[in-house]
Protein backbone atom coordinates (compact mmCIF):
# COMPACT_ATOMS: atom_id res chain seq x y z
CA UNK A 1 0.00 0.00 0.00
CA UNK A 2 1.44 3.25 -0.69
CA UNK A 3 2.88 5.41 2.21
CA UNK A 4 0.53 8.03 1.88
CA UNK A 5 -2.66 5.87 1.64
CA UNK A 6 -3.77 6.58 5.41
CA UNK A 7 -3.73 10.15 5.25
CA UNK A 8 -6.23 10.66 2.60
CA UNK A 9 -9.25 11.71 4.93
CA UNK A 10 -9.13 15.57 6.91
CA UNK A 11 -10.97 13.87 9.77
CA UNK A 12 -9.96 10.88 10.87
CA UNK A 13 -11.13 9.09 7.94
CA UNK A 14 -9.15 6.99 4.78
CA UNK A 15 -9.30 6.36 1.31
CA UNK A 16 -9.93 2.34 2.81
CA UNK A 17 -12.77 4.23 5.04
CA UNK A 18 -14.47 5.72 2.29
CA UNK A 19 -14.49 2.55 0.25
CA UNK A 20 -15.54 0.41 3.13
CA UNK A 21 -18.39 3.13 3.41
CA UNK A 22 -19.41 3.36 -0.22
CA UNK A 23 -18.54 -0.02 -1.39
CA UNK A 24 -22.49 -1.27 -1.72
CA UNK A 25 -22.93 2.28 -4.61
CA UNK A 26 -21.86 1.46 -7.85
CA UNK A 27 -20.77 5.18 -8.58
CA UNK A 28 -18.45 4.54 -6.11
CA UNK A 29 -14.48 2.72 -6.34
CA UNK A 30 -14.38 -0.17 -4.82
CA UNK A 31 -10.68 -1.15 -5.15
CA UNK A 32 -8.04 1.17 -5.54
CA UNK A 33 -6.50 3.84 -3.45
CA UNK A 34 -5.12 7.19 -4.93
CA UNK A 35 -2.88 10.17 -3.83
CA UNK A 36 -5.38 12.85 -2.99
CA UNK A 37 -3.45 14.81 -0.47
CA UNK A 38 -1.78 17.26 -2.98
CA UNK A 39 -4.28 18.95 -4.97
CA UNK A 40 -2.46 20.27 -7.40
CA UNK A 41 -1.25 17.04 -8.89
CA UNK A 42 -3.31 16.73 -12.65
CA UNK A 43 -4.72 13.41 -13.39
CA UNK A 44 -1.44 12.16 -15.18
CA UNK A 45 0.19 11.65 -11.68
CA UNK A 46 -2.98 9.37 -10.40
CA UNK A 47 -2.22 5.88 -9.91
CA UNK A 48 -4.35 2.80 -9.13
CA UNK A 49 -3.23 -0.11 -7.34
CA UNK A 50 -5.34 -3.21 -6.17
CA UNK A 51 -5.26 -4.89 -2.63
CA UNK A 52 -3.19 -8.00 -1.71
CA UNK A 53 -4.49 -9.92 1.22
CA UNK A 54 -2.05 -7.92 4.03
CA UNK A 55 -3.22 -4.55 2.75
CA UNK A 56 -6.81 -5.59 3.00
CA UNK A 57 -5.91 -6.25 6.51
CA UNK A 58 -4.17 -3.06 6.84
CA UNK A 59 -7.58 -1.34 5.60
CA UNK A 60 -9.63 -3.17 7.64
CA UNK A 61 -7.41 -2.29 10.72
CA UNK A 62 -7.33 1.13 9.49
CA UNK A 63 -11.12 1.45 8.77
CA UNK A 64 -11.91 0.33 12.60
CA UNK A 65 -9.25 2.69 14.10
CA UNK A 66 -10.88 5.34 11.82
CA UNK A 67 -14.46 5.07 13.02
CA UNK A 68 -13.43 5.01 16.82
CA UNK A 69 -12.14 8.12 15.63
CA UNK A 70 -14.97 9.67 14.21
CA UNK A 71 -17.62 8.29 16.76
CA UNK A 72 -15.27 10.37 19.53
CA UNK A 73 -15.23 13.50 16.76
CA UNK A 74 -19.12 13.28 16.79
CA UNK A 75 -19.66 13.10 20.56
CA UNK A 76 -17.43 15.83 20.84
CA UNK A 77 -18.89 18.35 18.76
CA UNK A 78 -22.20 17.43 17.23
CA UNK A 79 -22.11 20.81 14.90
CA UNK A 80 -19.32 20.21 12.77
CA UNK A 81 -19.86 18.53 9.19
CA UNK A 82 -17.98 16.04 8.05
CA UNK A 83 -16.03 15.83 4.79
CA UNK A 84 -16.63 13.93 1.69
CA UNK A 85 -14.05 11.32 1.54
CA UNK A 86 -11.55 11.41 -1.23
CA UNK A 87 -12.79 8.59 -3.85
CA UNK A 88 -15.94 8.81 -4.97
CA UNK A 89 -15.26 7.40 -9.05
CA UNK A 90 -18.32 8.15 -11.44
CA UNK A 91 -18.82 7.76 -15.49
CA UNK A 92 -19.87 11.62 -15.49
CA UNK A 93 -19.54 14.29 -13.25
CA UNK A 94 -23.59 14.65 -12.70
CA UNK A 95 -23.43 11.32 -11.71
CA UNK A 96 -20.22 12.32 -9.21
CA UNK A 97 -22.16 15.17 -8.06
CA UNK A 98 -25.34 13.15 -7.11
CA UNK A 99 -22.92 10.46 -5.53
CA UNK A 100 -21.54 12.92 -3.24
CA UNK A 101 -25.17 14.62 -2.47
CA UNK A 102 -26.39 11.34 -1.93
CA UNK A 103 -23.61 10.77 1.04
CA UNK A 104 -24.00 14.84 2.48
CA UNK A 105 -27.98 14.25 2.71
CA UNK A 106 -27.71 12.95 6.16
CA UNK A 107 -25.16 14.85 7.08
CA UNK A 108 -26.59 18.54 6.85
CA UNK A 109 -25.41 19.84 3.70
CA UNK A 110 -25.10 19.11 -0.25
CA UNK A 111 -22.79 19.97 -2.78
CA UNK A 112 -22.63 21.78 -6.34
CA UNK A 113 -19.74 22.09 -8.95
CA UNK A 114 -18.32 25.72 -10.14
CA UNK A 115 -15.51 26.45 -12.34
CA UNK A 116 -15.05 24.01 -15.00
CA UNK A 117 -11.74 24.29 -16.51
CA UNK A 118 -8.59 21.92 -18.14
CA UNK A 119 -10.42 21.88 -21.62
CA UNK A 120 -9.33 18.61 -23.39
CA UNK A 121 -9.05 20.11 -26.46
CA UNK A 122 -6.19 21.80 -28.24
CA UNK A 123 -7.64 25.46 -28.27
CA UNK A 124 -9.08 26.92 -25.09
CA UNK A 125 -12.49 26.71 -26.10
CA UNK A 126 -12.41 23.21 -27.84
CA UNK A 127 -13.58 20.06 -25.89
CA UNK A 128 -14.95 19.39 -22.28
CA UNK A 129 -14.20 20.24 -18.80
CA UNK A 130 -11.68 17.74 -16.97
CA UNK A 131 -11.66 19.79 -13.87
CA UNK A 132 -14.34 21.05 -11.45
CA UNK A 133 -14.91 22.59 -7.55
CA UNK A 134 -17.31 20.88 -5.67
CA UNK A 135 -18.22 23.46 -3.40
CA UNK A 136 -20.68 23.38 -0.45
CA UNK A 137 -24.31 24.84 -1.79
CA UNK A 138 -23.70 28.12 0.74
CA UNK A 139 -20.19 29.18 -0.42
CA UNK A 140 -19.40 32.36 -1.15
CA UNK A 141 -20.90 36.07 0.83
CA UNK A 142 -24.52 36.87 0.26
CA UNK A 143 -24.53 39.03 -3.20
CA UNK A 144 -26.58 42.65 -2.54
CA UNK A 145 -29.71 42.81 -3.37
CA UNK A 146 -30.58 44.70 -6.83
CA UNK A 147 -34.16 45.38 -6.19
CA UNK A 148 -35.76 48.09 -4.57
CA UNK A 149 -36.46 46.48 -1.43
CA UNK A 150 -40.30 46.03 -1.55
CA UNK A 151 -39.73 42.05 -1.92
CA UNK A 152 -37.87 40.56 1.08
CA UNK A 153 -35.56 37.96 -0.48
CA UNK A 154 -33.44 35.22 1.22
CA UNK A 155 -30.67 33.96 -0.31
CA UNK A 156 -28.57 30.35 1.37
CA UNK A 157 -25.04 31.65 0.82
CA UNK A 158 -23.04 32.10 4.30
CA UNK A 159 -19.40 33.18 3.42
CA UNK A 160 -18.94 28.92 3.63
CA UNK A 161 -15.34 28.50 1.87
CA UNK A 162 -15.08 24.64 2.25
CA UNK A 163 -14.60 22.34 -1.22
CA UNK A 164 -13.33 19.62 -3.11
CA UNK A 165 -12.32 18.72 -6.43
CA UNK A 166 -13.89 16.89 -9.52
CA UNK A 167 -10.86 15.33 -11.76
CA UNK A 168 -11.56 13.14 -14.85
CA UNK A 169 -9.25 10.50 -15.20
CA UNK A 170 -9.43 7.36 -17.13
CA UNK A 171 -11.10 5.91 -15.08
CA UNK A 172 -13.85 8.38 -15.20
CA UNK A 173 -14.85 11.27 -12.68
CA UNK A 174 -12.87 11.42 -8.90
CA UNK A 175 -13.58 13.17 -6.20
CA UNK A 176 -11.14 14.58 -4.17
CA UNK A 177 -11.28 16.46 -1.06
CA UNK A 178 -9.04 20.01 -1.24
CA UNK A 179 -6.80 19.57 2.59
CA UNK A 180 -6.34 23.18 2.39
CA UNK A 181 -9.97 24.17 2.54
CA UNK A 182 -11.14 24.99 5.66
CA UNK A 183 -14.18 23.53 7.26
CA UNK A 184 -17.69 24.54 7.02
CA UNK A 185 -18.68 27.48 8.72
CA UNK A 186 -22.16 26.84 9.71
CA UNK A 187 -24.13 24.08 11.40
CA UNK A 188 -25.48 21.00 9.40
CA UNK A 189 -29.20 21.53 8.21
CA UNK A 190 -32.04 19.78 10.03
CA UNK A 191 -33.90 18.65 7.08
CA UNK A 192 -32.96 17.69 3.73
CA UNK A 193 -35.52 19.94 2.35
CA UNK A 194 -33.45 23.25 3.40
CA UNK A 195 -31.16 22.23 -0.10
CA UNK A 196 -32.69 21.80 -3.18
CA UNK A 197 -30.45 19.32 -4.54
CA UNK A 198 -32.31 17.07 -1.92
CA UNK A 199 -35.42 17.59 -3.40
CA UNK A 200 -36.03 15.55 -6.05
CA UNK A 201 -38.22 17.32 -8.00
CA UNK A 202 -36.96 15.61 -11.23
CA UNK A 203 -38.25 12.41 -10.53
CA UNK A 204 -40.15 11.36 -13.27
CA UNK A 205 -42.65 9.50 -11.31
CA UNK A 206 -43.01 12.75 -8.97
CA UNK A 207 -43.23 15.10 -12.48
CA UNK A 208 -45.78 12.90 -13.54
CA UNK A 209 -48.13 12.67 -9.98
CA UNK A 210 -47.60 16.73 -10.45
CA UNK A 211 -48.87 16.65 -13.64
CA UNK A 212 -51.81 14.55 -12.87
CA UNK A 213 -52.99 16.86 -10.26
CA UNK A 214 -52.67 19.90 -11.51
CA UNK A 215 -55.01 18.85 -14.39
CA UNK A 216 -57.72 20.42 -11.94
CA UNK A 217 -57.18 24.02 -11.43
CA UNK A 218 -58.84 23.83 -7.96
CA UNK A 219 -56.21 22.69 -6.44
CA UNK A 220 -53.71 24.33 -5.04
CA UNK A 221 -49.49 23.95 -4.60
CA UNK A 222 -49.94 23.17 -1.11
CA UNK A 223 -52.93 20.60 -1.57
CA UNK A 224 -50.53 18.72 -4.02
CA UNK A 225 -47.62 18.87 -1.85
CA UNK A 226 -49.59 16.97 0.81
CA UNK A 227 -51.06 14.37 -2.37
CA UNK A 228 -46.86 13.54 -2.99
CA UNK A 229 -45.93 13.11 0.62
CA UNK A 230 -48.33 10.97 1.14
CA UNK A 231 -47.60 8.78 -2.43
CA UNK A 232 -44.12 8.82 -2.00
CA UNK A 233 -42.85 9.18 1.53
CA UNK A 234 -39.30 10.20 0.88
CA UNK A 235 -39.94 13.17 -1.11
CA UNK A 236 -39.09 16.56 0.37
CA UNK A 237 -40.57 18.37 -1.86
CA UNK A 238 -41.62 22.48 -0.79
CA UNK A 239 -44.21 24.86 -2.05
CA UNK A 240 -41.93 26.68 -4.46
CA UNK A 241 -40.82 22.95 -5.90
CA UNK A 242 -44.11 22.42 -7.44
CA UNK A 243 -44.96 25.88 -8.19
CA UNK A 244 -41.43 25.25 -10.25
CA UNK A 245 -42.58 21.83 -11.68
CA UNK A 246 -45.92 23.98 -12.88
CA UNK A 247 -44.34 26.31 -14.83
CA UNK A 248 -41.92 24.01 -16.20
CA UNK A 249 -44.81 21.52 -17.35
CA UNK A 250 -46.70 24.24 -18.60
CA UNK A 251 -43.65 25.69 -20.33
CA UNK A 252 -43.62 22.32 -22.28
CA UNK A 253 -47.14 22.64 -23.03
CA UNK A 254 -46.86 25.28 -24.46
CA UNK A 255 -43.86 24.50 -26.60
CA UNK A 256 -41.84 28.04 -27.03
CA UNK A 257 -45.33 29.36 -27.73
CA UNK A 258 -46.76 32.62 -25.65
CA UNK A 259 -50.06 31.60 -23.80
CA UNK A 260 -51.56 33.50 -26.74
CA UNK A 261 -50.05 31.12 -29.72
CA UNK A 262 -50.58 28.54 -27.94
CA UNK A 263 -54.14 29.16 -27.57
CA UNK A 264 -54.19 30.13 -31.22
CA UNK A 265 -52.77 27.13 -32.25
CA UNK A 266 -54.78 25.30 -30.64
CA UNK A 267 -57.74 26.53 -32.00
CA UNK A 268 -56.08 25.80 -35.62
CA UNK A 269 -55.18 22.15 -34.66
CA UNK A 270 -58.95 21.28 -33.64
CA UNK A 271 -60.73 23.13 -36.21
CA UNK A 272 -62.32 25.67 -33.93
CA UNK A 273 -63.45 28.46 -35.93
CA UNK A 274 -61.81 31.85 -34.64
CA UNK A 275 -61.51 35.86 -36.01
CA UNK A 276 -58.51 37.70 -33.83
CA UNK A 277 -57.22 41.24 -34.21
CA UNK A 278 -54.11 41.81 -32.81
CA UNK A 279 -52.10 44.95 -31.72
CA UNK A 280 -49.57 45.33 -34.62
CA UNK A 281 -48.37 43.46 -37.47
CA UNK A 282 -45.76 41.70 -35.23
CA UNK A 283 -48.93 39.41 -33.70
CA UNK A 284 -47.35 39.81 -30.53
CA UNK A 285 -50.09 41.11 -28.54
CA UNK A 286 -53.53 40.11 -28.54
CA UNK A 287 -56.31 42.64 -28.46
CA UNK A 288 -60.00 40.96 -29.62
CA UNK A 289 -60.92 37.27 -30.24
CA UNK A 290 -64.13 35.68 -31.26
CA UNK A 291 -64.68 31.96 -31.74
CA UNK A 292 -67.34 29.42 -31.75
CA UNK A 293 -67.45 25.77 -32.46
CA UNK A 294 -69.31 23.88 -35.66
CA UNK A 295 -71.76 22.17 -33.25
CA UNK A 296 -73.26 25.65 -31.71
CA UNK A 297 -73.20 27.16 -35.22
CA UNK A 298 -75.61 24.51 -36.13
CA UNK A 299 -77.94 25.61 -33.34
CA UNK A 300 -77.48 28.90 -34.10
CA UNK A 301 -78.24 27.89 -38.09
CA UNK A 302 -81.37 26.04 -36.87
CA UNK A 303 -82.33 28.89 -34.08
CA UNK A 304 -81.35 31.53 -35.91
CA UNK A 305 -84.29 34.82 -35.43
CA UNK A 306 -83.32 36.04 -31.88
CA UNK A 307 -79.70 36.64 -30.47
CA UNK A 308 -78.39 38.06 -27.25
CA UNK A 309 -74.91 39.66 -26.05
CA UNK A 310 -74.07 40.94 -22.79
CA UNK A 311 -70.44 41.99 -21.80
CA UNK A 312 -69.17 40.00 -18.26
CA UNK A 313 -67.52 42.31 -15.80
CA UNK A 314 -65.41 39.02 -14.50
CA UNK A 315 -62.37 39.61 -16.90
CA UNK A 316 -59.49 36.92 -16.63
CA UNK A 317 -56.59 37.41 -15.88
CA UNK A 318 -55.34 39.98 -18.55
CA UNK A 319 -57.96 42.50 -17.69
CA UNK A 320 -60.05 41.53 -21.20
CA UNK A 321 -63.87 41.33 -20.59
CA UNK A 322 -66.07 38.21 -21.92
CA UNK A 323 -68.26 38.68 -24.46
CA UNK A 324 -70.69 35.98 -24.41
CA UNK A 325 -73.34 35.81 -27.72
CA UNK A 326 -76.46 33.63 -26.66
CA UNK A 327 -79.66 32.10 -28.71
CA UNK A 328 -82.89 30.89 -27.94
CA UNK A 329 -84.55 27.73 -28.51
CA UNK A 330 -88.39 27.39 -29.55
CA UNK A 331 -89.01 25.73 -26.40
CA UNK A 332 -87.47 29.07 -24.39
CA UNK A 333 -83.71 27.14 -23.52
CA UNK A 334 -80.60 29.49 -23.46
CA UNK A 335 -77.83 28.19 -25.60
CA UNK A 336 -73.95 29.70 -26.47
CA UNK A 337 -73.56 30.98 -29.92
CA UNK A 338 -70.07 33.17 -29.13
CA UNK A 339 -67.45 33.93 -26.72
CA UNK A 340 -65.27 36.48 -27.37
CA UNK A 341 -62.37 38.77 -25.46
CA UNK A 342 -61.07 42.00 -26.52
CA UNK A 343 -59.03 44.72 -24.14
CA UNK A 344 -61.77 47.13 -23.90
CA UNK A 345 -64.96 48.75 -24.16
CA UNK A 346 -64.85 51.35 -26.67
CA UNK A 347 -66.55 51.68 -30.17
CA UNK A 348 -64.05 50.05 -32.17
CA UNK A 349 -64.06 47.17 -29.89
CA UNK A 350 -67.25 46.31 -30.32
CA UNK A 351 -67.37 46.95 -34.13
CA UNK A 352 -64.60 43.79 -34.29
CA UNK A 353 -66.68 41.68 -32.22
CA UNK A 354 -69.73 42.12 -33.92
CA UNK A 355 -68.49 42.26 -37.63
CA UNK A 356 -66.45 38.71 -36.19
CA UNK A 357 -70.01 37.17 -35.23
CA UNK A 358 -71.13 38.24 -38.38
CA UNK A 359 -68.64 37.29 -40.69
CA UNK A 360 -68.73 33.45 -38.48
CA UNK A 361 -72.64 33.57 -38.96
CA UNK A 362 -71.88 33.78 -42.94
CA UNK A 363 -69.24 31.14 -43.10
CA UNK A 364 -71.88 28.67 -41.89
CA UNK A 365 -74.96 30.11 -43.80
CA UNK A 366 -76.73 31.46 -40.79
CA UNK A 367 -79.28 33.75 -41.72
CA UNK A 368 -79.13 37.29 -39.78
CA UNK A 369 -81.02 37.73 -36.59
CA UNK A 370 -84.51 39.27 -36.33
CA UNK A 371 -83.99 40.58 -32.98
CA UNK A 372 -81.00 41.69 -31.39
CA UNK A 373 -81.40 41.61 -27.29
CA UNK A 374 -78.96 43.92 -25.43
CA UNK A 375 -78.02 45.86 -22.40
CA UNK A 376 -78.46 49.75 -22.78
CA UNK A 377 -74.61 49.90 -24.08
CA UNK A 378 -74.63 52.68 -26.50
CA UNK A 379 -71.53 51.61 -27.93
CA UNK A 380 -73.20 47.90 -28.78
CA UNK A 381 -76.14 49.53 -30.07
CA UNK A 382 -74.61 51.45 -32.17
CA UNK A 383 -72.21 48.67 -33.49
CA UNK A 384 -75.51 46.10 -34.29
CA UNK A 385 -77.08 49.27 -35.76
CA UNK A 386 -74.05 49.83 -38.21
CA UNK A 387 -73.50 45.69 -38.83
CA UNK A 388 -76.98 44.60 -38.84
CA UNK A 389 -79.49 47.54 -40.42
CA UNK A 390 -82.00 45.38 -40.66
CA UNK A 391 -82.11 43.49 -36.91
CA UNK A 392 -84.51 44.83 -34.70
CA UNK A 393 -82.68 45.81 -30.98
CA UNK A 394 -84.42 45.27 -28.05
CA UNK A 395 -83.52 46.13 -24.20
CA UNK A 396 -83.10 43.15 -22.30
CA UNK A 397 -85.55 42.85 -19.39
CA UNK A 398 -83.20 42.21 -16.55
CA UNK A 399 -81.29 44.44 -17.37
CA UNK A 400 -84.44 46.74 -17.57
CA UNK A 401 -85.38 45.42 -13.86
CA UNK A 402 -81.88 46.22 -12.67
CA UNK A 403 -82.01 49.72 -13.97
CA UNK A 404 -85.38 50.00 -12.29
CA UNK A 405 -84.77 48.48 -8.50
CA UNK A 406 -81.34 51.10 -9.06
CA UNK A 407 -83.39 54.13 -9.58
CA UNK A 408 -86.28 53.65 -7.36
CA UNK A 409 -83.21 52.98 -4.43
CA UNK A 410 -82.96 56.84 -5.08
CA UNK A 411 -85.89 57.87 -6.04
CA UNK A 412 -87.24 56.66 -2.02
CA UNK A 413 -84.55 56.63 -0.07
CA UNK A 414 -85.82 58.95 2.45
CA UNK A 415 -88.52 56.93 2.92
CA UNK A 416 -85.95 53.55 3.14
CA UNK A 417 -84.80 55.53 5.87
CA UNK A 418 -87.55 56.18 8.08
CA UNK A 419 -90.03 53.15 8.12
CA UNK A 420 -93.65 54.26 9.32
CA UNK A 421 -96.75 52.53 9.24
CA UNK A 422 -98.53 52.47 5.67
CA UNK A 423 -101.72 54.43 6.78
CA UNK A 424 -99.38 57.21 8.50
CA UNK A 425 -100.34 60.46 7.29
CA UNK A 426 -96.61 61.81 7.95
CA UNK A 427 -95.38 58.63 5.43
CA UNK A 428 -97.62 60.10 3.08
CA UNK A 429 -96.70 63.72 3.30
CA UNK A 430 -93.01 62.36 3.20
CA UNK A 431 -93.90 60.25 -0.19
CA UNK A 432 -95.17 63.43 -1.78
CA UNK A 433 -92.17 65.47 -1.02
CA UNK A 434 -89.71 62.68 -3.24
CA UNK A 435 -92.30 62.19 -6.29
CA UNK A 436 -93.36 64.47 -9.21
CA UNK A 437 -96.95 65.73 -10.22
CA UNK A 438 -98.00 62.69 -12.28
CA UNK A 439 -96.03 60.13 -9.64
CA UNK A 440 -98.80 61.62 -6.73
CA UNK A 441 -101.72 61.74 -9.02
CA UNK A 442 -101.03 57.69 -9.95
CA UNK A 443 -100.49 56.92 -6.63
CA UNK A 444 -103.63 59.29 -5.69
CA UNK A 445 -105.67 56.97 -7.98
CA UNK A 446 -104.58 53.71 -7.01
CA UNK A 447 -105.61 55.04 -3.17
CA UNK A 448 -108.65 55.52 -4.28
CA UNK A 449 -109.44 52.72 -6.03
CA UNK A 450 -108.59 50.30 -3.26
CA UNK A 451 -110.80 52.11 -0.87
CA UNK A 452 -113.76 53.12 -2.80
CA UNK A 453 -113.86 49.99 -4.99
CA UNK A 454 -117.24 48.02 -4.35
CA UNK A 455 -117.49 44.22 -5.43
CA UNK A 456 -120.57 43.12 -7.38
CA UNK A 457 -123.27 41.47 -5.39
CA UNK A 458 -122.49 38.03 -4.03
CA UNK A 459 -118.88 38.55 -4.18
CA UNK A 460 -116.72 39.09 -1.55
CA UNK A 461 -114.42 42.16 -1.61
CA UNK A 462 -110.94 41.19 -2.14
CA UNK A 463 -107.99 41.88 0.00
CA UNK A 464 -105.55 44.85 -0.82
CA UNK A 465 -102.09 44.27 -1.84
CA UNK A 466 -100.01 46.31 0.24
CA UNK A 467 -96.71 46.67 -1.33
CA UNK A 468 -94.03 48.29 0.72
CA UNK A 469 -92.34 51.74 0.11
CA UNK A 470 -88.94 51.17 -1.40
CA UNK A 471 -87.40 49.43 -4.20
CA UNK A 472 -88.96 46.25 -4.12
CA UNK A 473 -92.49 47.42 -4.10
CA UNK A 474 -91.67 49.72 -7.04
CA UNK A 475 -90.35 46.69 -8.99
CA UNK A 476 -93.42 44.45 -7.75
CA UNK A 477 -95.61 47.10 -9.36
CA UNK A 478 -93.52 47.29 -12.58
CA UNK A 479 -93.58 43.46 -12.56
CA UNK A 480 -97.64 43.49 -13.09
CA UNK A 481 -97.15 45.73 -15.67
CA UNK A 482 -94.90 44.03 -17.64
CA UNK A 483 -96.23 40.14 -17.36
CA UNK A 484 -100.25 41.61 -17.28
CA UNK A 485 -101.77 38.72 -18.54
CA UNK A 486 -104.59 41.01 -20.72
CA UNK A 487 -104.70 44.38 -21.92
CA UNK A 488 -107.21 44.97 -18.72
CA UNK A 489 -104.91 44.17 -16.32
CA UNK A 490 -102.23 46.11 -17.95
CA UNK A 491 -103.71 49.67 -18.19
CA UNK A 492 -105.44 48.62 -14.80
CA UNK A 493 -101.69 47.99 -13.29
Not at 198 to 225: F, L, T
Not at 242 to 250: M, V
Not at 326 to 332: E, F, L, P, R, V
Not at 471 to 476: A, I
Request: glycine share 6%.
Amino acid sequence: MPANAGQTSRRGGSIDNAIEIRSSSPAFLTAPTVNSRDSSDSSDSETWEGFSDSSDHEAQTHHNESDNNSDSDDDSDDEVIPRPPTGFLSPTIQALQSAVNDWAKDRGFAVVRQNGRNREGRTRNEGEYTRYDIVCDRYGKPRKSEGVGLRKSTTRKCGCLWKGYAVKTAAGWLYRDDPKAPEHNHAPSTHPSAHPQHRNRRDPAIVEAIAKASRHPGIRAREVGSLIADQFPESTLVDKDIYNTRSELRREELGGRTPTGALIAAFDAEGIPYRVKWADEAKEELVGLVFTTESLMEMTARYWELTQADMTYKTNLFGYPLFQVTSMTSSYHIFNSFFGLVNNERRDAYDFLVTAMKELRAEYEVKEPLVFVTDYCKELKASIAEIFPDTQQQICIFHIMMNIKLNAKKKLALINKKKVDSEDEQEREQADLILDAQERAALARLRAEIQDHEPEPGVSKPVPIEYPHDHHGVEEMFRLIMYAPTEDLFFKA
